[in-house]
């Protein structure tokens, strides 16, 4: 059984950088048949896919262009996590934050971690 | 980016009744790999999301659902146009449910659509 622990302070500054960790017990963030992803969902935005790493035999990145350039998602191997950073946060940054697998065989988000709120406020 | 719709915004259903939830994208998820018609799927899911609890995937290429979600749990529809049917509402599936479109990066999730019994 997958699960997806996420871990990270619930509150960030405004222009500070958010920071979440999100623990793989039951899968590697290495399998070559996933991705791993970090979604969001606000109220005015919904859910918003902010994007993923992943490993085919070296490791790739992708990201939403609502978020690139401030954003930076890495794999831990040695932890068996991957990390999300976003940098230069405002209050529309505020969102619970989900890591997320999405495995081949269904090609949809089929383990989500337990989220994260994450405000942004001074 | 794919815009995925969904309707309507909200639903009230008795138990035991049938619950439809539509979705529409504003392209074709179909995509088939190697030209063969056989080997067509529908980039499209479904997710179940409970208050505080992260979305649960139901359905995914559509149709296929996921391995111990119940049978009352349907998905139907290709191209553009996909349904979820719920054959038989029970107590337990009063939440909000998505579409997400898979087809193309970025991923999009329809608005939600909210089932709440009468």
């Known amino acids: 059984q997958v699960q997806l622990q996420q871990s990270g302070p619930g509150l960030v500054k405004p222009s500070q950088t958010l920071s979440l960790t999100c623990a793989i017990s039951?899968?590697?963030?290495?399998?070559?048949?996933?991705?791993w992803n970090w979604i969001r969902q606000s109220p005015s935005r919904g859910l918003e896919w902010l994007g993923r790493?992943?490993?085919?035999?070296?490791?790739?990145?992708d990201y939403s262009v609502s978020v690139n350039g401030r954003i930076s998602i890495n794999p831990d191997t040695s932890k068996n996590q991957f990390s999300l950073q976003l940098h230069s946060v405002t209050p529309e940054d505020t969102a619970v934050y989900y890591c997320?697998?999405?495995?081949?065989?269904?090609?949809?988000?089929?383990?989500w971690g337990q989220g994260t709120l994450v405000t942004v406020s001074s | 980016d794919i815009v995925m719709s969904q309707s309507p915004d909200s639903l009230v259903v008795s138990l035991g009744e049938r619950a439809t939830i539509n979705c529409r994208s504003s392209q074709s998820v179909l995509a088939c790999s190697n030209n063969?018609?056989?080997?067509?799927?529908?980039?499209l899911a479904w997710y179940q999301q409970k208050p505080g609890q992260p979305p649960k995937l139901l359905i995914y290429?559509?149709?296929t659902r996921k391995s111990g979600v119940p049978d009352r749990f349907s998905g139907s529809g290709s191209g553009t146009d996909f349904t979820l049917t719920i054959s038989s509402l029970q107590a337990e599936d009063v939440a909000v449910y998505y579409c997400?479109?898979?087809?193309?990066?970025?991923?999009?999730f329809g608005q939600g659509t909210k089932v709440e019994l009468k």
């Open positions: 997320a697998r999405e495995i081949a065989w269904t090609s949809a988000f089929d383990y």
């Open positions: 039951g899968d590697s963030v290495s399998d070559n048949s996933a991705t």
């Open positions: 790493t992943y490993f085919r035999s070296k490791w790739f990145n």
């Open positions: 063969k018609r056989s080997n067509c799927k529908n980039y």
């Open positions: 290429w559509a149709s």
């Open positions: 997400q479109q898979y087809s193309d990066t970025p991923q999009t």
